[in-house]
């Protein structure tokens, strides 16, 4: 009989208590599932008084992350404290230095620090398990690491932040503004008092950046992200994609190119038919694209105590069947340094809402201007915003244009645009989002 | 440096084939994956003469499967031929006996021994895969088996079958009659000349069995799965469908009730929002609720040869990283025998379309039907063919009437259907499709 896996786990919020609570629950199938038995022995988290459901007893309080990490008593180091610099690094650092395994749902520690963590685990022998990281319990990461081991990846992307996708779904279904949805989402405890890191894209990225490098063999790299969040986005863009066939998502696109591996997160215009567009409210999703097969879609719940300590837990039982994957799926030595693919090099189809000040010299001087940039325009709709009826005043008002090009690169895209304001035929400034074909 | 893994390959199809093709060609990336070099070294098929645009220099002809399967220059024999006899079964058990791993895309084996193949595998140490055989590439087995390994599952249902989701997809689409869209389908190469075993739906059992299995912890049994295939499905009940809410779809459901195990496979409405009912074509899809947590949509090319080759590719990685998995997630000694529940008392919703000799009196005959079994009714339609107009010749003419139910038993749904029929008051025999919520 081969001796139980001793488990401690840091940090003791919702995931934490979810995950003591599953072992405890679970301990027959877990055991049988893993071949051994899997024990919480130790555990440590700020308060010690904190009423969190769980039974504790029996399980040793230990004064800090650190030493909970170096503790000679545990095999599997389980950090649920978050944040990308200590106590969570140390923490992680140490364990897997001292041959332990380590187990974590921290995308930020992973995104910036992961390449030096793999090295630690490859070097002492340890794993480092992080599926709980990325889109909580969809297997997301044991799809790129075990799953897909023998298909190149040409493109990876998806639905990573529910509280966006929330807010986008609330916005086309109800015709309301941002900040209004944004309101609710934080009344309802999707979003943060401070939103900029969910709405402005930033923990897409950093998801992005650890499914790019297990699905291209590349040096985890978040600062390779190209970064653009949703709060330009206006009811009308919703309105519009719906009329023209899409829909309206924050995309995390990791995608292979002539020029290198493209990161970029932003808005994105997705066809009403694909699986990626059916994904409402705090649901997340990620498609991947292999070499020669039509793309396998994960959809479900990417947040949530529940959900991300069902990741944890299965994760912890991977370490006790004695699995030991390369963290990104390659050894480090295979890693590569990311080749960035220019953002302005990008290519593809472009959704641009601008207001006309006087509707057919800016399309005309529009059409001059993109065709000076050879880009093709697929479609172009001049929207009434009431309804057609001249103003009473008789006064020109601004009227809302809508423009689908066909596949362009970026740079073009933003010398037209540059071109046209510089013309002075539209009010402010022209509401730009990129198109993704499946 | 360890040794690499030695692969035998019976079955040199399309999925063969193209199985050789990506262990040659993605060679270095396998073996940073698996830390260990992968070599087919011996393959048998029914052809030496075959044209198969693979080279097989180098690699040795083994006479037979059987051969093969026993071969001391082995590690892996990987099956590849189908069918739940011999040659596959007798070959399957040998290499196992002999302390080898297995890969297999087959299915009807699996459903059939698997149970038999597993005691095999755990006595003798063995690896036993099958990722292939159930959604090909989409990785079901392994978020099953290892990712929700602490997490229970209390149902598994999917679309397991693309050759029916294609003509469900095309009466939907285009209106047509269920011959003509099987037609199209035969002639596309989706279904085989006898297509009864994919349109009755038992290629759909065969699979929700192993499912069932692995989500549930028992002895996989095929024969304790209730089948029902489309081919009774008209236009007409895709057409309703739709009006009210709907989309019909070959489901294989497993779900855990307090009177057992319900393995089922039927034409099943789901809502027109979930995941599932998104999926169109040829397209798989499978969905797990898990306890306590929302549930996980895996969707993705559920056949095919290089979708089916990826899995099978990536089962070999992991027999080669040594990951040796109990095949059904738990050891056999924990496997149970299958409570089966008893079909007539499947409780759910159903959709009952019938052809009314007189509106007025059979709406009176069924609602009293219903009312004596206890059923309510949720919604009741009555169609007009001809928009209503009264036949010319002033002749009574049956009037279609559709009848969504509140959640009721099944008994109760036949026996109020029986007495109906009896009392002569329809025409021809009811349609019943029942409801899955999500």
Excluded at 167 to 186: H, V
Excluded at 232 to 258: C, F
Excluded at 340 to 359: T, V
């Amino acid at each position: 009989m081969v001796a139980p896996l001793k488990v401690g786990i840091a940090g003791l919020g919702t995931v934490g208590a979810e995950v003591v609570r599953l072992i405890e629950t679970q301990a027959r199938v877990l055991a049988g599932r893993s071949g051994r038995g899997i024990r919480v022995v130790a555990v440590t988290a700020r308060s010690k008084a904190k009423k969190r459901g769980v039974d504790l007893r029996g399980i040793e309080w230990v004064r800090d992350p650190m030493a909970l990490a170096t503790h000679p008593g545990i095999d599997c180091f389980v950090e649920l404290m978050g944040g990308a610099g200590d106590p969570a690094l140390s923490a992680v650092e140490a364990a897997l230095n001292a041959g332990k395994s380590v187990v974590t749902a921290n995308k930020a520690l992973l995104a910036k620090h992961g390449l030096k963590l793999a090295k630690a685990a490859e070097k002492h022998g340890g794993a480092l398990n992080f599926e709980a990281a990325v889109g909580a319990a969809i297997p997301v990461i044991k799809t790129l690491r075990e799953g897909l081991a023998g298909t190149g990846v040409t493109r990876v992307y998806g639905i990573l932040n529910g509280t966006c996708n929330y807010i986008l779904t609330r916005m086309e279904q109800e015709g309301l503004s941002f900040a209004e949805c944004l309101k609710d989402a934080q009344r309802l405890g999707y979003a943060e008092a401070n939103p900029s890191f969910d709405v402005d894209g930033h923990d897409t990225a950093q998801k992005l950046a650890i499914l790019a490098s297990l699905a291209f063999g590349t040096k985890v790299a978040q600062s390779a992200v190209y970064v653009e969040g949703i709060s330009s986005i206006a009811p009308e863009d919703l309105r519009a994609a719906d009329d023209l066939g899409y829909r309206l998502k924050l995309l995390g696109v990791a995608v292979r190119t002539a020029k290198g591996i493209e990161q970029r997160v932003h808005p994105t215009m997705v066809p009403k038919s694909s699986s990626i567009a059916q994904v409402m409210g705090v649901t997340n999703a990620v498609t991947i694209d292999g070499e020669g097969i039509p793309p396998i879609t994960l959809v479900g719940p990417g947040a949530g105590g529940a959900a991300t300590a069902s990741a944890v837990v299965a994760d912890i039982a991977d370490v006790a069947r004695g699995i030991r994957a390369n963290p990104f799926g390659r050894p480090i030595s295979h890693l590569r340094d990311t080749k960035k693919a220019p953002m302005e090099r990008h290519e593809g189809g472009y959704y641009i809402r601008l207001l006309a000040r006087d509707f057919p010299g800016t399309a005309a001087a529009i059409a001059t201007r993109l065709a000076e940039q050879k880009i093709s325009i697929e479609s172009i709709v001049q929207r009434h915003p009431n309804g057609g009826a001249a103003p009473a005043s008789g006064k020109a008002v601004p009227v809302p244009v809508i423009l689908i090009t066909y596949a362009t690169h970026e740079d073009a895209v933003r010398r037209a645009l540059a071109a046209v304001q510089r013309d002075k035929v539209i009010s402010g400034r022209p509401q730009v989002i990129r198109i993704e074909k499946n």
